[in-house]
């Protein structure tokens, strides 16, 4: 079975505060009189669902066409970290995280927030430093969470971003994680192939493994 775990691109929805919000603008309709109907796209590359390449916080980082897919399809871990207010180094090793993962997506209290919220949240869960230090660690190259940003908003400097960026790991941002059970997965994360890009917008499953 496969579980769609991307977020809607719609108007209104949440955007981290000084991105480009997401705008789906009419071009041509078929009940104005075009031959056919047809849309612009206006967008930042952190829009809704979406990949952080290392480049973003790293300028010796891959950019988004420098990443192979292979990196973003394969067997996964969604832990359930409900409850807590950040993501810290102790709440993952508590986790029960199966120490051969490479891909973790971290199920928290935001998934609660898609479609009830069109405003970003300034208050939503994000890992600490130690945490991204942890992740850094035990090798995990995909890390993924269930809102706009790993890090935690207001912080007086990127840290998190930082750490994983400067050690070339994947961040997937914007997951909805409703509704699916801490356990093995395989995940399927295919972003638009933009050349020379810092992030790209993604679609993103899980395929339930028998």
């Given at each position: 079975?496969?579980?769609?775990?991307?977020?809607?691109?719609?108007?209104?929805?949440?955007?981290?505060?000084?991105?480009?919000?997401?705008?789906?603008?009419?071009?041509?309709?078929?009940?104005?009189?075009?031959?056919?109907?047809?849309?612009?796209?206006?967008?930042?590359?952190?829009?809704?669902?979406?990949?952080?390449?290392?480049?973003?916080?790293?300028?010796a980082?891959?950019?988004?066409?420098?990443?192979?897919?292979?990196?973003?399809?394969?067997?996964?871990?969604?832990?359930?970290?409900?409850?807590?207010?950040?993501?810290?180094?102790?709440?993952?090793?508590?986790?029960?995280?199966p120490?051969?993962?490479?891909r973790?997506?971290?199920?928290?209290?935001?998934?609660?927030?898609?479609?009830?919220?069109?405003?970003?949240?300034?208050?939503?869960?994000?890992?600490?430093?130690?945490?991204?230090?942890?992740?850094?660690?035990?090798?995990?190259?995909?890390?993924?969470?269930?809102?706009?940003?790993?890090?935690?908003?207001?912080?007086?400097?990127?840290?998190?971003?930082?750490?994983?960026?400067?050690?070339?790991k994947?961040?997937?941002?914007?997951?909805?994680?409703?509704?699916?059970?801490?356990?093995?997965?395989e995940?399927?994360?295919?972003?638009?192939?933009?050349?020379?890009?810092?992030?790209?917008?993604?679609?993103?499953?899980?395929?339930?493994?028998?």
């Open positions: 079975m496969l579980i769609d775990i991307s977020v809607p691109l719609r108007q209104p929805m949440p955007t981290y505060p000084g991105d480009a919000p997401f705008e789906l603008i009419p071009v041509a309709r078929i009940a104005e009189g075009a031959i056919a109907n047809g849309s612009q796209l206006r967008l930042g590359t952190h829009s809704g669902t979406h990949i952080d390449a290392p480049w973003h916080f790293d300028d980082g891959k950019r988004v066409h420098e990443i192979p897919l292979a990196r973003l399809v394969g067997y996964a871990y969604v832990a359930d970290l409900r409850g807590l207010p950040q993501i810290t180094a102790d709440a993952l090793e508590n986790a029960r995280i120490p051969t993962i490479t973790l997506l971290l199920r928290t209290d935001n998934s609660a927030l898609w479609g009830r919220e069109t405003e970003f949240n300034k208050a939503h869960v994000a890992l600490t430093p130690d945490a991204a230090e942890w992740i850094v660690r035990r090798a995990i190259d995909v890390i993924g969470i269930d809102y706009l940003s790993v890090e935690l908003y207001g912080a007086s400097k990127p840290e998190v971003h930082h750490i994983l960026c400067g050690a070339g994947i961040i997937i941002e914007g997951l909805n994680l409703s509704g699916v059970e801490a356990g093995a997965y995940l399927l994360c295919l972003p638009l192939l933009i050349e020379g890009a810092d992030g790209a917008p993604a679609r993103v499953a899980l395929r339930t493994l028998r």
